[in-house]
């Protein structure tokens, strides 16, 4: 697999345009709310426990991300990782994008004292078991 060039780095506030395009082709089983993704995006960025990562191309322009947090549990004796999104356009995925974000992320959860990383999927499991991941359970959801 030929790596792709590519800079990976935490998003910041002048990203929130290039990531809203992203974040609208990944939103499959709600609408997307720009309002909504605004507001989160805000958070987000200022939240100690959330990670939001890109990946830009050679000319700048952002082609993935990673948006993962942490969080204390008592299942596994401290602070846990999860991995909410990952979007990487159809023309990087094969290339090594999803795994450089993904390993910057772990960098960044064992920098926070996180014991694992875990995360749901529909359509990556088989990214996810090529690179190290086990199944464990299964997700539940209540739309409130």
Excluded at 74 to 86: D, H, K
């Amino acid at each position: 697999m030929k790596r792709a060039h590519t800079s990976i780095r935490r998003a910041t506030m002048a990203d929130a345009d290039s990531l809203k395009n992203l974040a609208r082709s990944l939103a499959t089983s709600f609408d997307f709310n720009e309002e909504a993704f605004n507001e989160t995006f805000s958070r987000i960025t200022d939240d100690e426990n959330a990670r939001l990562i890109v990946s830009n191309d050679e000319g700048g322009a952002i082609d993935a991300y990673l948006l993962g947090f942490t969080h204390d549990s008592f299942f596994a004796n401290g602070p846990v990782a999860w991995i909410e999104e990952m979007f990487v356009i159809e023309a990087m995925r094969r290339h090594g994008v999803g795994l450089a974000l993904e390993r910057e992320f772990e960098r960044w959860a064992k920098h926070q004292g996180a014991i694992m990383i875990a995360l749901a999927t529909r359509r990556g499991a088989p990214f996810y078991c090529a690179i190290g991941f086990e199944e464990s359970a299964t997700y539940f959801r209540k739309l409130l």
